[in-house]
């Protein structure tokens, strides 16, 4: 077995067109696929990059205060896999489709 790993991969999707998203996050994945990589991990699941000025979010651009959530979706860098609104974003639905055999 390939035991290589391409990890925390993403686009900050908020502050790029989708046309790039999509050409980033397939061509990571079709080219570890092709490559026989063992696993790949999509940065991230939820955002914790926000955007000064926005309340809660530290100095070092993180969300780090829990009694002032980030959840407005341009304060946010778009490093996710799920919107603050629970909304599913592209990446999701192109590895979803990945994992169930879409080519």
């Not at 908020?14 to 980033?24: A, M, R, S, W």
């Not at 070092?60 to 829990?66: H, I, S």
């Amino acid at each position: 077995a390939n035991a290589l790993l391409v990890g925390e991969f993403g686009v900050a999707q908020t502050k790029v067109p989708l046309e790039d998203v999509k050409l980033v996050v397939g061509n990571v994945v079709n080219t570890a696929l092709a490559l026989g990589v063992a696993f790949v991990l999509f940065w991230e699941a939820y955002c914790n990059e926000c955007r000064a000025p926005a309340k809660g979010c530290g100095a070092d651009g993180r969300c780090r205060d829990a009694h002032h959530e980030v959840r407005a979706h341009e304060q946010l860098n778009g490093f996710w896999l799920i919107r603050p609104d629970g909304s599913f974003a592209w990446p999701h639905n192109y590895l979803a489709a990945k994992l169930a055999g879409a080519s």
